[in-house]
């Protein structure tokens, strides 16, 4: 079994830095991708980055750009979020994924929202609030 713990996350001014860490665990293959989603009340799961186990393929969602950097430490089987200028609108449950038969970093972020719930192994997410 395939599991997914986040943390990191709390309650930060705008403007402000959180690094955020999923540890995978379990059977896990050589080609791999992790991703992170987020969820605010009321909204659907939305794909920020994604990263690949094999390559420094990433890819960042247009609201995050430029803000957000992933990253990986394979040794660890760890991925980190550093989301840095924090906003208001960043604020949701996040979550990371896993995607064992991907094809793109691109593809595993951008995949529609119903898909992913079944076809990705999700971590418990974690509360990023900005607000102050």
């Known amino acids: 079994q395939v599991q997914l713990v986040e943390s990191g996350g709390g309650l930060v001014q705008p403007g402000g830095s959180l690094r955020l860490s999923c540890e995978v665990s379990?059977?896990?293959?050589?080609?791999?991708?992790i991703g992170w989603f987020r969820q605010a009340p009321g909204k659907g799961r939305e794909g920020v980055s994604c990263i690949s186990s094999s390559d420094d393929s990433t890819y960042y969602s247009d609201a995050v750009k430029g803000r957000f950097t992933i990253s990986r430490d394979n040794a660890k089987n760890t991925v980190y979020l550093q989301m840095n200028n924090l906003k208001p609108e960043d604020s949701a449950v996040y979550y990371c994924?896993?995607?064992?038969?991907?094809?793109?970093?691109?593809?595993?972020?951008?995949?529609?929202?119903?898909?992913?719930?079944?076809?990705?192994?999700w971590g418990q997410g974690t509360q990023v609030t900005v607000s102050s």
């Open positions: 379990g059977y896990i293959q050589e080609n791999y991708a």
């Open positions: 994924a896993a995607d064992f038969r991907f094809t793109s970093v691109q593809a595993v972020c951008t995949r529609d929202a119903r898909t992913i719930l079944w076809k990705y192994y």
